[in-house]
């Protein structure tokens, strides 16, 4: 059971990963989401908000939420396999189009994909936005909390952690709940 | 090093060696066994991969060693909160000056193009430049390595504890704020491409949410169906213009 949990996270990560174009892992939260929620059970859409949460709130490339779904559903084991797949594609990838770089570079192609994603991949973190702040915003206090920090993130230039270490101070007090 | 500026502890003034350095410069060499960066004029005949020769040609204070890739980049994934990219800018242009402004910029060009996460595909483009599959492998460790420990604790915590009292408000909070955090990344991504190009990028963007979020497609269908379309306008505005 647990062989062909790794399995599928394997394959789900891998192709996720690979699919995640223009936004870096923001953009493929939406079908994480619905791996690891509705196809396979793994969690609820809160736990998933949760992981979300502290993959943000950790130093390190943000890509590691996918660390944090393999650990809830197989454990340490699954945490590495997830993470591993995940990058295992992208990174051979990069490691071999790295050196032809030059001849992509002067590529038409390569400013008619950036724009072309561009819209596809706002998109996609848009309904990422939404999903992680339905799950997460159960009470009226956290939906400020949410519109508060979206106002912070957007209209200042400071560090995100700022707004997430103010939010985690004030449910720690319990002011919200 | 003579491609990316001077190393820490070589001194900035050194004029022998700021007169080596070269503009950098993908030059393909033979296919399949690595490519040489930047012409430096005592450069052996390409008989090794690119990398190798690389490695020999500058003086060793210049090129990072193979342990000092895996330093810096651990020193961008600890300081990494909220966003790694600024943070390898700082240290890889900045602190360490491994890497000139425009060729960090079209590293990360490259790293833009491609799936996957941007630093990650930084590290090994970067890493592979310098040393090959050992270069990238370096760099790769180094920059998941603390994270990957980190986030495991913290994760197995949460998991353990995250459902006792006011622990449970922290976190509540936490991802309600985190929600803010990617409402805000979509607004900054979003507006640009609406002021710029209203007509093509607003329903794109549309139909990207509601197929993604609300109606819950799967991601390669929702890329199969979109990704064409967002292509080809952008084709037939490079076109026009």
């Known amino acids: 059971m647990k ?18 174009f223009g936004g870096g892992i923001n953009t493929v939260v939406p079908e994480l989401q619905r791996q690891a929620v509705d196809v396979h059970h793994w969690m609820d859409a809160r736990t998933f908000s949760d992981l979300f949460a502290i993959a943000q709130a950790s130093p390190g490339p943000n890509m590691l939420i996918v660390c944090l779904v393999g650990l809830k559903a197989a454990g340490i084991a699954g945490a ?14 990069t490691f071999v189009v790295s050196g032809f770089w030059d001849r992509i570079r002067a590529s038409p192609w390569r400013v008619v994909v950036q724009t072309g994603i561009a819209p596809v ?12 702040s339905k799950a997460a915003d159960h009470a009226p206090s956290l939906i400020l909390i949410t519109l508060a920090t979206a106002a912070f993130c957007y209209f200042t230039k400071r560090n995100p952690l700022w707004a997430l270490g103010a ?7 319990g002011v919200v709940s | 090093m003579w ?32 490519r040489r960066v930047g012409t430096a004029p005592n450069l052996a005949p390409t008989r ?5 020769q690389i490695m020999a040609a500058p003086p060793a ?16 994934s600890v300081s990494a909160f909220g966003g790694a990219l600024p943070w390898a800018r700082r240290i890889l242009v900045e602190r360490r000056r491994w890497m000139e402004p425009e060729d960090f910029a079209s590293t ?20 592979r430049r310098l040393h090959g599959w050992r270069g990238a492998l370096a760099a790769f460790v180094g920059l998941m390595a603390a994270p990957l420990v980190i986030i495991i604790t913290l994760g197995t915590l949460y998991l353990r504890f995250g459902q006792l009292g006011s622990l449970k408000g922290m976190f509540a909070a936490l991802a309600a704020s985190a929600g803010g955090l990617i409402v805000a990344t979509a607004a900054q991504m979003a507006v640009p491409l609406i002021r710029k190009t209203p007509v093509t990028a607003i329903p794109i963007i549309v139909a990207g949410f509601v197929l993604a979020g609300l109606l819950r497609w799967p991601l390669p269908a929702v890329m199969a169906v979109l990704a064409p379309i967002g292509l080809i306008l952008a084709w037939r505005t490079r076109t026009r213009s």
């Not at chain 1, 590495?80 to 990838?93: K, W």
């Not at chain 2, 990360?108 to 890493?127: D, K, M, R, W």
């Open chain 1, 3 to 20: 062989g062909s949990i790794l399995t599928t996270l394997a394959l789900q990560c891998s192709m996720l990963a690979l699919l995640a």
């Open chain 1, 80 to 93: 590495l396999v997830a993470t591993l797949a995940a990058c295992a594609p992208t990174c051979l990838l």
């Open chain 1, 121 to 132: 991949a706002a998109g996609l973190i848009a309904a990422s936005a939404f999903l992680i």
């Open chain 1, 167 to 173: 939010a985690a101070l004030l449910g720690l007090t």
């Open chain 2, 3 to 34: 491609l990316n500026g001077a190393a820490p502890g070589s001194g900035e003034g050194d004029a022998s060696r700021i007169g080596q350095r070269q503009t950098t410069l993908f030059v393909p060499v033979v296919p399949g066994r690595g």
């Open chain 2, 48 to 52: 090794f991969p690119a990398h190798k």
């Open chain 2, 61 to 76: 204070d210049e090129t990072p060693s193979l342990l000092e890739l895996y330093l810096g980049f651990a020193q961008i």
């Open chain 2, 108 to 127: 990360l060009a490259l790293c833009q193009v491609l799936p996957g996460p941007n630093i990650v595909n930084l590290s090994v483009a970067f890493g």
